[in-house]
């Protein structure tokens, strides 16, 4: 016989998991030295940029900029929120405290939000003031941080929707089989 099912007390680990990934991926955006945007004589990153040729590179600081300040500040933070989430979810769903599931979505909203403003400010601003001629490519580790945000938004809407399935969540209700 096939039966079916969701195991919500088995599958309720996948979420602090997902968030553990995500701030993997945020930690490697925030701490690559030469990714987030190549040319063939420009490289930079969220702290430094590269000018230049292969043995002979110009290091030159972003952090002179007020906008490289404040994408690394936001990306920061939001490393921040995602971390307490992370470490809130532990909480949550050891203890059955269904009420801190939605704080945690909330709080990973918040996050999302400060890490989609980084993301968009940072390639408007190099664009806008650092590119000179060219073609540029934003590279991976700027994709992680796009990586780390997308996980961030679905992991926000599991946590807003998980109050709603207490009972089967922390199994105290009897599971459904679909036999076949």
């Known amino acids: 016989m096939f039966k079916c099912g969701l195991a919500f007390p088995r599958c309720r680990w996948i979420l602090p998991l997902l968030l553990l990934l995500a701030i993997i991926f945020d930690i490697i955006a925030l701490a690559a030295s030469s990714g987030w945007v190549n040319s063939r004589y420009h490289y930079a990153s969220l702290w430094n940029q590269?000018?230049?040729?292969?043995?002979?590179?110009?290091?030159?600081?972003?952090?002179?900029?007020?906008?490289?300040?404040?994408?690394?500040?936001?990306?920061?933070?939001?490393?921040?929120?995602?971390?307490?989430?992370?470490i809130l979810s532990f909480l949550a769903l050891c203890k059955e405290q269904v009420g801190l599931l939605r704080v945690i979505g909330v709080i990973l909203f918040v996050a999302v939000l400060f890490q989609v403003i980084a993301l968009i400010i940072y390639p408007v601003k190099f664009t806008e003031i650092l590119i000179q001629n060219g073609d540029y490519e934003y590279s991976w580790s700027y994709g992680f941080g796009w990586g780390a945000t997308i996980l961030m938004i679905g992991c926000g809407v599991f946590f807003c929707c998980l109050p709603k399935y207490e009972d089967e969540l922390y199994g105290q209700a009897k599971p459904i089989y679909i036999y076949g």
């Open 50 to 86: 590269y000018r230049g040729r292969d043995p002979n590179w110009e290091e030159d600081s972003l952090m002179k900029f007020g906008w490289a300040k404040a994408t690394a500040a936001l990306l920061i933070i939001g490393c921040i929120l995602l971390i307490i989430c992370f």
